[in-house]
């Protein structure tokens, strides 16, 4: 079992950064991936980016070259910095863990980009 808070998110004008950072109550190093899913108003909710133990990433093609993922596997937190944000990037931002057995979900936070 594992607890996930997300933090960082907020209003932002578009072309403006925000970094999102995720805590773990517990080691992350057992989930691989680790990643970050959005779900904006009346859409499903679709993967932004992951990353492997081993720092391999993956992007959706409509972040890549803006967003960058990482992880510390000894602070226990994956952190997405978001670049040259669009409006439509708002969406709810949720911190996903997951092994071969469990997946578990934090409890999201809100990224809005308006002028």
């Known amino acids: 079992q594992v607890q996930l808070v997300e933090s960082g998110g907020g209003l932002v004008q578009p072309g403006g950064s925000l970094r999102l950072s995720c805590a773990a109550s517990?080691?992350?190093?057992?989930?691989?991936?680790m990643g970050w899913y959005r779900q904006a108003p009346g859409k499903q909710r679709e993967l932004v980016a992951d990353i492997t133990g081993s720092g391999s990433r993956d992007y959706a093609d409509s972040v890549k070259g803006r967003f960058t993922i990482s992880r510390d596997n000894a602070r226990n937190t994956v952190s997405l910095q978001m670049n040259s944000l669009k409006p439509e990037d708002t969406a709810v931002y949720y911190c996903n863990a997951r092994n071969s057995f469990n997946s578990y979900w934090g409890q999201g936070t809100q990224v809005t980009v308006s002028a």
């Open positions: 517990g080691s992350i190093s057992r989930f691989n991936p």
